[in-house]
């Protein structure tokens, strides 16, 4: 019978033959979003029912290295420890440029505005946090300290616009796993508060009554079709499309210039952004995508120059690894070089997959071994050495503690090539929602019933040029809160 | 009551009071796309209801050149004509490179097979077309005559892949009037076939019955509110977005870049593609714009070195100026130029709004009026002259006959800035159809009774970086009459 079902067609309430169960509130999908609205929503006294298609909680948030984007109001307490303060304004600013062209300044006034509180909420739920720094550009640094520069905040242009500061804030974890730190807390908040947990169980379709509205959703649990009743709304939180490849193709095409499968726990195939369509939601910047290249750490690398391969520079090295992988994919080729001298060179991490493409006594050496044209890869360097050793880029602005000259051989290229280096990628389009998580048609009218978070909404990260590590989980957790209580408000209505 | 009607949500059947109208097949948009379904439902004996907004036809289309792409089949008689043989297999290569990552093969098979019949079939609705052609890459000739190469057949990669052809294909008019006469002949045939004709009428919402089937349209005429039911089906064909800016920021940031409003007729409101929405229909590639930099004519300039402010080249200047204009906008500046020596200038064509941004004696002095760091174009020109000289480009691969050292004094930078300079767009993003027309939800099932054609639909050209002239006008009428035929056949089933 699931057969019949599809999450791109809802189900009229007139082809259900009765409810197998009800609540205030369904939750479809028990990642960081999910888990989220479902403590929110229980909190306010609504009764849940949450659907997880895997046997497990925690979605691809748990494999994440569990940063949260964090700042404002001073600065939490990792922050001011550590000498940073972060005014509201500054923080806002900064997402503002790091959500693009379309940036949804709502949605990014009511985060800055509630950050403090919303770590504060976190750390009450039983995610732990130190309080301590650790300077520099580190990823994942798997040490469970907390606090670390996680986006462009230091770097052209966002420094120019806003107080830089670091906002990235890790859970106390062993290694790189603070996204199952955060997840196993948030899990047992749900337990605790009794949500009714339905693992292994897939969402088919929204049922919508004949207002349009939507007021129930069908499921398929062990090969039995199950309809549940929503008295106040569906919560749609089951990730993005990572993993479809079939939407990726008509969505973000980006994703042929890239080797590698999407970043997700295994189920990113998009059924909250079809269902959420099914009922005239508008999906939007579909086209986006949190795209990186880890080409540090080594730290040391940031200092290297980056090329395509007609030798011109393009981006300032010294930005967030994302927005620099996105000015990589933008350029015409696929080939791209890291230049490193002798000083800054050290093996690159062997996740990267970045090798060693060319060696030389003389940049000219490189050049000719790189196969490009006399005067293009010398010519760039003489440039950016003459306007590095006075701590100056006059070109594109990095910032003066990433320049020195590349001056002291032996001198190297490595390749960073797209298909061939390691260029993780996931999803940032997703449904139109307001900062309640209630749904949008183009139109900007509000699809009763229905509410979506995390990636499945396109939230405050939809610019893959802005991604900064920390603004997805910090989106899912706090807009996710929204969407549960809206929901769960509306079946007291 | 009008009010309570929106494209975004589809008008229940069980909410029509009474029907106004019926036909068999409903036609919403009179542009090229509008009238060549008309034109072909009604040859196949169904009864039309076609509704335009405008108070006569033509819309976006007529305003256009006129260009249509076509060839294969060994070429139109233009092309035999003139010397060009254009194998069905060339033709078809070259429209899937310039589909982008996600060309839709069927589609583009399809109309490789057809386009010399299509032809014809212009002809036959009394499209009046010469068999001349002009060399070079002239930009909306105005002359009358027929063929012109119009896209980027004869610079690479696409050169490399197929054997290149003009295919653009004017109708014989006064001026730059093509699209005008195009759409006069067209307008006229299905006035002949006594179609019933509502201008001045604007669609307001699809009517669904209980299947979610769409059988009906409400649309607003002179201030009342009407019911047409549609037997068979309603085409949508009503443009696409580029007067619609809410939709643009939401879909296509890209348009942020630019100054100039979209070409449109004045009603490309994105109305249709948000009916299709409302109904499941999935839009895809809403991203993508066609978007274009006339910086030539003169055809001379293309002789020129294009550099971002960074005094990099980025493109083969060569190619279609649809495509520089792309990878112009993918560079992280707002300045480029257009570099020139003595020999190549010629006073930019005013409507292109190129300015001389710098003149000097040497390239040293151009770079330096321009503030740019010495070495950086000084360098590029070098890189390029040295190798022009010999008919060669290694970096991007120009063809030899637009090579030429740019060494003959005194030299100028002319601005091609984005925001200065004329950057016209429209948009390419739409529903996702069969070649049928039928629209497409996301997992690629049928919505019955929709068909989308012309802008309104993501068609033949879904990748502004491989836009060619005459796409666009190809598609609507080609897949216009399609959409006709398969909602005529509908109403007899």
């Not at 007139?14 to 197998?20: F, L, Q, R, Y």
């Not at 100056?392 to 910032?399: A, G, R, S, T, Y």
């Given at each position: 019978m699931s057969e019949s079902f599809s999450t791109s067609r809802p189900c009229p309430?007139?082809?259900?033959?009765?409810?197998?169960l009800e609540a205030d509130v369904l939750i479809v999908g028990f990642g960081a979003a999910g888990a989220s609205a479902a403590i929110e929503a229980a909190e306010s006294g609504a009764s849940i029912a949450l659907f997880e298609v895997a046997s497990g909680s925690g979605g691809t948030s748990a494999m994440a290295g569990g940063d949260i984007y964090l700042g404002g109001n001073g600065g939490t307490s990792a922050q001011r420890e550590n000498g940073f303060e972060d005014k509201t304004e500054d923080f806002f600013r900064y997402m503002m440029m790091a959500g693009g062209p379309d940036a949804d300044e709502e949605r990014v006034r009511i985060y800055a505005e509630g950050a403090l509180d919303h770590h504060e909420w976190l750390k009450t739920q039983g995610v732990p946090y130190r309080n301590t720094y650790i300077p520099?550009?580190?990823?994942?640094?798997?040490?469970?300290d907390c606090l670390i520069?996680?986006?462009?905040?230091?770097a052209w242009p966002f420094k120019e616009e806003a107080k830089p500061c670091p906002r990235g804030h890790l859970p106390e974890a062993i290694g790189e796993t603070g996204g199952f730190f955060l997840l196993d807390a948030l899990t047992q908040r749900v337990q605790a508060l009794g949500v009714d947990i339905h693992f292994d169980t897939r969402a088919l379709a929204l049922v919508t009554n004949e207002a349009g509205a939507v007021c129930g959703l069908v499921v398929v649990q062990a090969g039995q079709t199950k309809f549940a009743r929503a008295r106040g709304g569906v919560v749609l939180?089951?990730?993005?499309?990572?993993?479809?490849e079939e939407m990726l193709r008509q969505y973000a095409p980006l994703r042929k210039r890239l080797a590698d499968d999407g970043l997700s726990g295994g189920y990113d195939d998009g059924s909250g952004i079809r269902m959420g369509m099914s009922v005239g939601g508008a999906a939007i910047h579909m086209d986006e995508l949190f795209l990186t290249l880890p080409f540090y750490p080594p730290e040391s690398h940031v200092k290297g120059m980056l090329i395509n391969d007609k030798g011109s520079r393009f981006i300032n090295e010294d930005a967030y690894a994302g927005r620099v992988a996105h000015f990589i994919a933008s350029q015409i080729g696929d080939q791209f070089y890291l230049l490193v001298d002798d000083a800054i060179f050290e093996q690159p991490s062997e996740y990267s997959k970045i090798e060693i493409a060319a060696v030389g006594e003389t940049w000219g050496e490189v050049e000719a071994e790189l196969g490009m044209p006399a005067g293009t890869l010398v010519a760039s360097v003489e440039v950016y050495n003459r306007h590095a050793a006075r701590g100056?880029?006059?070109?594109?602005?990095?910032?003066s503690n990433w320049l020195k000259a590349l001056d002291e051989p032996p001198f190297a290229a490595l390749a960073c090539h797209l298909k061939e280096a390691y260029y993780p990628f996931f999803t940032l389009g997703g449904l139109s929602v307001q900062p309640t998580g209630e749904v949008l048609t183009t139109d900007g009218g509000v699809i009763p019933g229905v509410y979506a978070a995390g990636r499945t909404a396109c939230g405050l990260p939809r610019w893959g040029k802005g991604y900064s590590s920390g603004m997805s989980l910090g989106d899912c957790t706090f807009f996710g809160r929204k969407a549960g209580l809206s929901a769960a408000r509306r079946s007291s209505e």
């Open positions: 309430l007139s082809d259900v033959p009765g409810w197998d520099g550009k580190p990823v994942m640094p798997g040490t469970g520069l996680s986006g462009s905040e230091f939180s089951t990730g993005g499309f990572a993993l479809n100056e880029d006059p070109l594109f602005l990095k910032d």
